[in-house]
């Protein structure tokens, strides 16, 4: 088989397998679990040999045009590169992964049918985003992951809050897919072509006509997705999910089409210097508003949130510094460990029955309990974090070394300023992310108090799929800058990605600096977590499936949200902390600016709806009505009443007669 | 004999018939007015034929309908009134108003 039907295999078996689970899911309960994993295992693995086949070569492209639109042609295209095919490999691995720990830890839920068929058809719709060379196909399957965003995130319907986040994430995003879609239009004007190829082969000669329009209002769809400040608010919410679609959608996959997206087509918004800068801006805050946020979450699942935006940020700056190498090479060590995060998030969600740190710091032997999801999370912690040898360090090195060699002066298109801009962002956001990986770390694995209650043992498959997602989290880094066995560079531009001395001492001394303060800052508050602090999820039969803890925790009250003393974030935050919990009032400015206008409106729709225009049409059936009233009174029954009428009316229609003649 | 007699005379038997349908109350009297109504345009027929000196007496031939005719409407006119006596006891035409459109049951159809 040729790559491209390989590709298209690839595309199509999660979809097939989604569709085929629909139908038979409810019938033979038995086929449900290997029909979701098995079509997602096989496309990671075709994935894998398209990888391989398609290796470090020039691109392969195929393109089939099905009907002519008339203007400009709309092809079902394929294009492999280096970015496509590995990126296309950690789609699989991590949904695969995915598949499997949510056999485990969603196994007795009544809907994981369409879940496991939600999920699988995300999958698909990624793999299409990933492998296509036309961007209106990319946007089919763009608008796909964000439907299935919505339904995932409001798996637990029955709560009100995964309700609300559902629909937050689908607006909020929708918000950037407006401007996105205008912008593909006017950049598929401007080029003559829906062609990626095309398209970057017009940006490289100069042929769009509004480069920076077309790339402010692609950026703000890509604000949008991979959550960049100001539109990144609805991913915190979006944790209402289950913990596997939140490891799936919202940390490796879904958030990175974005950046995906900008890497495919960065020609074109190089050949705007404005855009960049924006970008790079952009980046930079929310890098560093991230990581304050996340410095000041108590929730678990909103600490990991607010950490893949901030490295959604490193990624966003690498590619407004034009370095899309070192932008897809985070995005792809980025994915697994992020992946391995959020699922060891639910392993230890399930452990300690609630989701908020501040409990969690107030219980013993909550490492004992979960000692896989321990031991992992430390490993893809310290990936976050950027310590040596794990996979973040390299790809955030090569982040910063990217800055540094653009704030030198020394990239093409890309003024100094912008690369001055993401590498202290960059450094800064080095130090809080050690910063809250530690606190992190530290409030969930070393608490003091009483004994967790025992909800049970996870099942065996958890654990695995964690320890398969440790692999890459350890390793990727490693080997992929080792040319002989795996010369990542070649896959991609070709540009350097090896940390430079300066940048790895400065980015390894920042992350120390953060990781030996928190941990101060953790003594320091020792004395204030020895108080009880909010309600956990009692303990249940053993046999309870695993996410039937996280869903009643969704509906604890939220314990931290009032300020625990003893959070050694908010001994370092001081003043800032309440701002950065609430994620810097950012909803607040949203209600006012869009919510509340966009309610009143509807309250005023609803006046003249229901005042107004039903006022009219009552009028029109009263008048007829009342006129019937009248008429009626001479409708009496009484024939000679009626023959009287008629002779009266005869005779003045023969006197009028007799008069006219 | 002057044309103005028998005219007179239709005038007044339709008058009279006219009144009687207008305002009798018994329907079997009602029926007779329309006799009446319908012998005094026979009357005018008849009359009017002769002195037009019609060749082909197409007011006598008119009139022979209208009193066959007459006769039918009589018959199945008697036959209603006899039935509706039976069914109510009575054949006062003022109260035969079930055709009446009354207010409180148009709105109870509502």
Redesign the interface.
């Known amino acids: 088989m040729t790559v491209t039907t390989l590709a298209v295999l690839v595309l199509l078996l999660p979809f097939l397998g989604a569709a085929a689970s629909l139908l038979l899911g409810k019938r033979a309960p038995g086929f449900a679990q290997p029909l979701a994993v098995l079509p997602t295992a096989a496309a990671f693995v075709l994935a894998a040999i398209v990888a391989v086949r398609q290796g470090s070569g020039p691109a392969t492209d195929s393109a089939h045009r099905l009907t002519p639109t008339g203007s400009v042609p709309i092809d079902i295209a394929l294009h492999l590169d280096g970015f496509a095919v590995l990126i296309a490999v950690l789609v699989g691995l991590v949904a695969t992964c995915v598949q499997l720990y949510s056999t485990g830890y969603l196994r007795d839920d009544p809907r994981y049918v369409s879940y496991s068929a939600l999920v699988a058809i995300f999958t698909s719709a990624m793999f299409l985003v990933v492998y296509t060379g036309d961007v209106m196909v990319l946007l089919v399957g763009w608008e796909i992951m964000g439907i299935c965003s919505y339904f995932l995130v409001g798996h637990y319907w029955e709560t009100e809050v995964a309700r609300s986040a559902s629909i937050k994430a689908f607006l909020v995003t929708k918000l950037g897919d407006v401007p996105f879609l205008i912008g593909l239009f006017a950049l598929a004007t401007d080029a003559g072509t829906f062609r990626i190829n095309g398209i970057l082969t017009a940006a490289t000669h100069g042929e769009l006509h509004h480069p920076t329009l077309v790339a402010l209002l692609l950026l703000a769809g890509v604000a949008g997705k991979s959550a960049q400040f100001p539109l990144h608010t609805w991913l915190p919410d979006a944790m209402a999910g289950p913990t596997p679609v939140s490891a799936l959608i919202h940390a490796a996959t879904m958030v990175a089409a974005g950046i995906y997206f900008v890497a495919r087509l960065l020609p074109v918004f190089e050949t705007s210097a404005a855009a960049m800068a924006v970008l790079a801006v952009m980046a930079s805050v929310t890098m560093i508003g991230s990581g304050l946020a996340a410095l000041a979450q108590d929730d678990i699942k909103r600490v990991l949130a607010y950490s893949t935006i901030g490295q959604l940020g490193y990624m966003a700056g690498a590619l407004a510094v034009g370095d899309r190498s070192a932008a897809v090479f985070h995005l792809l060590s980025h994915g697994a460990f992020k992946a391995l995060l959020f699922l060891a998030a639910g392993s230890l969600i399930h452990a300690a029955g609630t989701n908020s740190l501040a409990a969690m710091s107030r219980m013993d032997g909550l490492g004992k309990r979960a000692e896989d999801a321990m031991w992992t999370m430390g490993i893809a912690l310290a990936a976050l974090a950027a310590i040596p040898p794990f996979s973040g360090f390299f790809s955030k090195e090569s982040v910063l070394r990217a800055a540094e060699h653009a704030s030198g002066g020394h990239t093409a298109h890309i003024p100094s300023a912008v690369g001055w801009t993401v590498l202290v962002a960059g450094l800064v956001t080095a130090v809080l992310t050690a910063a809250y990986a530690t606190r992190l770390f530290l409030l969930a694995f070393r608490g003091q108090g009483a004994q967790v209650p025992d909800h049970g043992r996870d099942p065996a498959v958890m654990n695995v799929v964690l320890w398969v997602l440790a692999i890459p989290t350890l390793g990727f880094g490693m080997v992929s800058l080792v040319p002989k066995v795996f010369d990542l560079p070649a896959w991609f531009d070709g540009e350097e990605l090896a940390p430079t001395l300066v940048t790895s001492v400065l980015g390894v001394g920042l992350a120390l600096v953060g990781v030996v303060t928190m941990y101060g800052a953790w003594q320091a508050t020792a004395a204030r977590r020895r108080t009880p602090a909010g309600a956990v999820v009692a303990a249940s039969a053993a046999a309870a499936e695993p996410a039937l803890v996280e869903e009643a925790a969704l509906e604890l009250p939220p314990a931290g949200k009032a300020a625990d003393p003893g959070d050694p974030g908010r001994l370092l935050l001081g003043p800032l902390h309440r701002p950065a919990a609430a994620g810097f009032h950012l909803d607040a400015v949203y209600s006012a600016l869009f919510v509340r206008p966009v309610l009143a409106a509807a309250s005023l729709v609803r006046f003249l709806d229901r005042e107004v225009i039903e006022t009219y049409v009552r009028g029109t059936g009263a008048a007829p009505r009342l006129l019937g009233?009248i008429v009626?009174r001479t409708?009496?029954?009484?024939?000679?009443t009626y023959?009287?009428v008629l002779?009266a009316g005869s005779v003045v229609l023969a006197v009028l007669v007799a008069v006219g003649a | 004999m002057h044309l103005a007699y028998p005219a007179v005379l239709a005038a007044l038997l339709f008058s009279i018939g006219?009144y009687g349908?207008?305002?009798r109350r018994n329907a079997i009297l009602v029926l007779m007015s329309i006799e009446l109504m319908l012998n005094a345009v026979n009357l005018n027929l008849v009359a009017f034929d002769v002195w037009l000196r019609d060749t082909v007496h197409a007011g006598q031939a008119l009139t022979l309908f209208v009193i066959v005719i007459a006769a039918a409407e009589i018959g199945i006119g008697l036959a209603i009134v006899l039935l509706v006596y039976r069914n109510r006891g009575t054949s006062d035409?003022?109260k035969?108003?079930?055709?009446?459109?009354?207010?409180e049951k148009?709105e109870a159809a509502a």
């Open positions: 009233a009626r409708q009496t029954g009484n024939v000679q023959l009287s002779l | 006219l349908v207008l305002a035409v003022d035969l108003t079930d055709l009446a459109d009354r207010e148009a």
